[in-house]
């Protein structure tokens, strides 16, 4: 505001006289006897150019002052309660959101926040919810093993193999927790090693299928490969893509009674898909979005009675990406999952 009023008053006083004499010059050629009255004229009109000069400065000052601090009241006014409620989300009140603004660019920015926020909200539940599974998971097998070993010592119950076999199952399952907890930080933190290179994923997949099947009991689905005799090379870990497929068909024959699990492959341009897709229960469409995130469960109950933690799909879905690839869900509740993800071809 204020170079303008400056540029304003020195443009005018150096130029408005000049261009007044000017056309005074331009009436005496046309035959005005303008020439003894110059100088009165001249005069006249630098008294009322400061005249005019000095209202204008005072209604502009006026307008623009009262203008700026109307706008900087509202955007100061905006400002002070994002900082408010900044101060209640980092005292722990994650629930807070900020309202919408008339400012287009505090509007948003508060959307941006909010949207923090809800997934900030998100994280703290999925934290409790995993401080709650972990304590549940930890502390069966704990008191269990506690259990038998109480009454080993006491004299209650006799050495056997039986016993012993018990114990063991109940440390392979915490051994089982740890070790997923661990990879799932690995491979977030970055420090899985991946040993890219080219190779055909035709026999592993056979081999996996084979696996499967053979400790598949009679009234258990059936497990069908898809997939054509001849694959193009895909630039991959061999070990790192076998755990995807583990865990993918794991989950397919935990989450299936009856029908059909089918490990298909298909080629696309400069990629190699490959989809466990499977006849179980499905999944609802409102945990879709967030089945590959971190202790994200939707079947609460059947997981925990499963063992499980919600971490496979994690762990699965980073050693994708490690690899240049992308993994994706379509299911329907009650009709079954497809999951299916593609490594570039070599």
């Keep these: 505001m204020l170079v303008g009023i400056l540029s304003l008053v020195i443009i005018g006083k150096v130029s408005s006289p000049r261009?007044?004499?000017?056309r005074l010059e331009q009436l005496e050629g046309t035959g005005y006897r303008l020439r003894y009255a110059r100088p009165q004229l001249i005069e006249g009109f630098e008294n009322a150019w400061y005249r005019g000069t000095l209202w204008s400065l005072v209604v502009s000052t006026t307008a623009s002052g009262a203008l700026s601090y109307w706008v900087s009241r509202r955007i100061v006014l905006s400002l002070t309660q994002m900082e408010q409620i900044t101060r209640q989300i980092a005292a722990g009140q994650l629930d807070r959101r900020?309202?919408?603004s008339d400012i287009p660019e505090l509007d948003r920015l508060s959307a941006s926040?909010?949207?923090m926020t809800a997934s900030l909200e998100g994280v703290e539940q999925r934290r409790r919810e995993l401080i709650s599974d972990l304590t549940h998971e930890l502390r069966t097998p704990l008191t269990i093993v506690r259990g038998y070993l109480e009454e080993l010592a006491e004299g209650g119950i006799e050495p056997s193999a039986e016993i012993y076999l018990r114990l063991s199952t109940e440390t392979k399952r915490l051994e089982r927790l740890v070790n997923d907890l661990q990879e799932l930080s690995k491979a977030e933190a970055g420090y899985l090693a991946i040993n890219l290179q080219s190779l055909n994923i035709r026999p592993l997949l056979a081999s996996l299928v084979q696996r499967f099947a053979d400790q598949l009991h009679e009234e258990s689905p059936i497990l069908l490969l898809d997939c054509p005799p001849q694959l193009p090379l895909v630039w991959a870990d061999i070990d790192r893509t076998e755990q995807i497929l583990v865990n993918l068909l794991g989950n397919a024959l935990l989450y299936t009674i009856s029908g059909s699990i089918t490990l298909s492959a298909w080629t696309e341009t400069g990629k190699l898909w490959v989809a466990v897709t499977d006849t179980g229960i499905?999944?609802?469409?409102?945990?879709?979005?967030h089945i590959f995130e971190r202790f994200y469960r939707a079947d609460r109950s059947r997981s925990r009675h499963s063992g499980g933690t919600g971490i496979g799909l994690a762990i699965s879905r980073r050693l994708v990406e490690l690899q240049g690839g992308e993994i994706s869900v379509e299911s329907k509740f009650g009709k079954g999952s497809t999951?299916?993800?593609f490594l570039p071809v070599a």
Excluded: R
């Design 19 to 22: 261009f007044f004499v000017l």
């Design 98 to 100: 900020l309202p919408n």
């Design 113 to 115: 926040f909010n949207h």
């Design 282 to 289: 499905g999944i609802a469409s409102e945990h879709l979005p």
């Design 339 to 341: 999951f299916k993800f």
